[in-house]
Every structure is written in C-alpha cells, then in structure tokens.
Nanobody
C-alpha cells in the first residue's frame, strides 16, 4: 500500500521542541524529494521545508528558518522535521508530502501553548 504516515505531534509549551516523523511505504522512498507542509485553522496550507532525495539540498520557509530542520533516513523510509524554539504561531496540522507522487499523509497536530 502506497502511503505516508506522520507521527510525533502534540502539545508543547512555547520555546519547546518536537520531532515529527513521516514513514513511507509502497514506493521507492529514496528516489523522491519530500516536503513538510502545515495548515493552521482558517489559513491556507503552507510549505514549511523540503529536502532532496539524497539530502544534499534543503530549503525552509522564512518563518521557520533557523528553528526547524528537515532530514531523512532513506534506510528507514522516513523523513523528519525537528522543530525547536516553537512559537504559538507554529500551531497547525503538519503534513508530509511526496510531490512527485502527489502523495500526502494524514497529518499530525502540533499545538504550542502555555
């Protein structure tokens, strides 16, 4: 079955950290670039970070640059999003995406609040 499954979301205080994971199955994960998006209530889905298939290129939205890190482990078919110094405005549902396959995960909720 071709799918992406996210995990690692939750409730965290401002300034805290979370690591999201997205595990792929049913396709050759190592051949595809991957992306993380987020969508806050009432807002459009926003591209947060992307990584090339071999991890040699990463890019970030200005809003998360210096705080978030995208990485991947092709042996584990998993892409990660390490989120540090979280802010209330980072609250959203986070989705991983394989753009070349038009494939999305189900999303994981991240809530930053005290």
């Amino acid at each position: 079955q071709v799918r992406l499954v996210e995990s690692g979301g939750g409730l965290v205080q401002p300034g805290g950290s979370l690591r999201l994971s997205c595990t792929a199955s049913g396709f050759t994960f190592s051949s595809y670039p991957m992306r993380w998006y987020r969508q806050a209530p009432g807002k459009e889905r926003e591209l947060v970070a992307r990584i090339s298939s071999s991890s040699d290129t990463t890019t970030y939205a200005d809003s998360v640059k210096g705080r978030f890190t995208i990485s991947r482990d092709n042996a584990k078919n998993t892409v990660y999003l390490q989120m540090n110094n979280l802010k209330p405005e980072d609250t959203a549902v986070y989705y991983c995406n394989a753009p070349s396959r038009n494939l999305w995960g189900q999303g994981t909720q991240v809530t930053v609040a005290s």
